[in-house]
């Protein structure tokens, strides 16, 4: 998985730094042609000359110095790459990729990367623990950085907790896996619906819901990272589109059923993950309506989408998506026979961290065969991933066990 892979290997200033050469040696003994690049506080912990010997490549530290290479480093090394890798990666690093500062030649070839970036945290348990620190991890896992620990054990402060940086051996598999991550869904076409729908009741006013969008578009986003041809059916949100994804925009319930009608022929997984609004005015008013007195209105129920992609589905594989506030796992377990569901992903709106307009999600996975996973709080986009694994794992026969950490 590693011959002839391009890899960038990035060394901050913490005590773990010893460790990234062995990490180095591991990946150049696999094949990969590994470049390093240190701040300035990883120098005081391991000698450029060290990572030098053992990648067989000059080591990359100053954003400014003259380079014959490139004309500018760090956008040469970002094009070059095929997997940015930080070990380890301290509160400091991790703070200032996560606020988009780039004051160094590591930081600003975060930023120009287009591949994917695994960060290795080490630091001490506290500070892991800290609301800003845990803050900054969430919001790089919600932006698709993958991370590989911290792990348990002892700290260089003389005490053990949580906060020690993985063994190059976990982070060495990590990386494996993220090079491997185009290949597992290749050849699938997955459709994905993603967002609200709006119900217009005159050319101001419309009914809607909640529904950021934020789970679909990550979906969306995993799958095609994964290789996968990914349509993408959205309702009306503010988020950008997934790179390389086909993206078809909608707005009322009855367009999001005839645009998903068009393609589902063709598709291998359907990820029915929008909102639909159940009810549309059975009128719409051409003008504005004026606040004069009560107004009644009268609703229509919308097309069940979902229950008529289950009525016609033939190999394709459905997976629905039930929001709750009560007896989740009962209303879940219905939904997902009521309209012949391969899986249903269950969440209680009511848990913090979990449902709308926020980055997190706290979900259930329930199979057609009964097998139920529970998933513990994580960004969307590693919800989605999570998904795609126990999908690959459960119908596209891929063995091993699937383990998530909070």
């Known amino acids: 998985m590693f011959n002839g892979k391009r890899l960038i290997l990035g060394v901050t200033g913490g005590i773990a730094a010893y460790k990234a050469v062995e990490l180095c040696r591991l990946l150049v003994k696999a094949g990969a042609g590994v470049r390093v690049v240190m701040t300035a506080a990883a120098g005081r912990f391991v000698t450029p000359l060290t990572f030098q010997t053992t990648s067989g490549n000059r080591v990359y530290q100053d954003l400014f110095a003259a380079n014959e290479e490139y004309s500018v480093a760090h956008v040469g090394l970002a094009q070059e790459t095929d997997l940015l890798v ?77 906060g020690r940086m993985a063994s190059p051996e976990e982070i060495f598999a990590a990386a494996g896996d993220i090079l491997l991550q185009p290949q597992k869904w290749r050849g699938k076409r997955v459709l994905v619906t993603a967002g609200p729908t709006r119900e217009a009741l005159d050319p101001v006013r419309f009914l809607t819901n909640r529904s950021s969008g934020r789970m679909g578009y990550a979906l969306a986003r995993a799958a095609s990272e994964q290789g996968a041809a990914v349509t993408l059916v959205s309702g009306p949100v503010s988020l950008p589109p997934p790179a390389g994804v086909e993206v078809i925009r909608v707005t009322a319930a009855q367009e999001m059923l005839e645009a998903v009608l068009q393609r589902f022929h063709e598709t291998d997984v359907v990820f029915k993950a929008a909102a639909v609004a159940d009810f549309r005015p059975a009128v719409e008013s051409g003008q504005k309506i004026k606040k004069s007195g009560e107004l009644t209105l009268t609703l229509l129920k ?68 009964g097998t139920i996973k529970s998933l513990p709080i994580l960004s969307k986009l590693e919800v989605a991933r999570a998904i795609l694994g126990e999908l690959r794992q459960k119908y596209f026969d891929v063995p091993g066990e699937i383990v998530y950490e909070t």
């Not at 004051?103 to 120009?112: G, K, N, Q, R, S």
């Not at 569901?341 to 913090?352: P, S, Y």
Request: net charge negative; proline share 3%.
């Open 302 to 369: 919308n097309p069940d989408i979902l229950a008529e992609l289950g009525r016609r589905k033939k190999q394709q594989l459905l997976v629905g998506f039930a929001a709750e506030t009560e007896n989740v796992g009962m209303y879940a377990r219905g939904k997902l026979s009521a309209k012949n569901l391969d899986l249903i992903v269950a969440n209680d709106l009511t848990q913090e961290g979990a449902g709308f307009d926020v980055d997190t999600n706290i979900v259930q996975l329930i199979f057609r065969d």
């Open 86 to 162: 930080i070990a380890p990666a301290t509160a400091n690093c991790l703070g200032k990729i996560a606020a988009g500062i780039a004051d160094d030649l590591l930081t600003t070839l975060v930023l120009a990367a287009r591949s994917p970036v695994l960060l290795a945290p080490a630091m001490n348990e506290a500070m892991w623990d800290s609301a800003q620190v845990r803050a900054n991890v969430a919001r790089l896992a919600g932006l698709g950085f993958f991370f590989a620990g911290p792990a348990d054990g002892e700290l260089a402060c003389g005490g053990a907790g949580h």
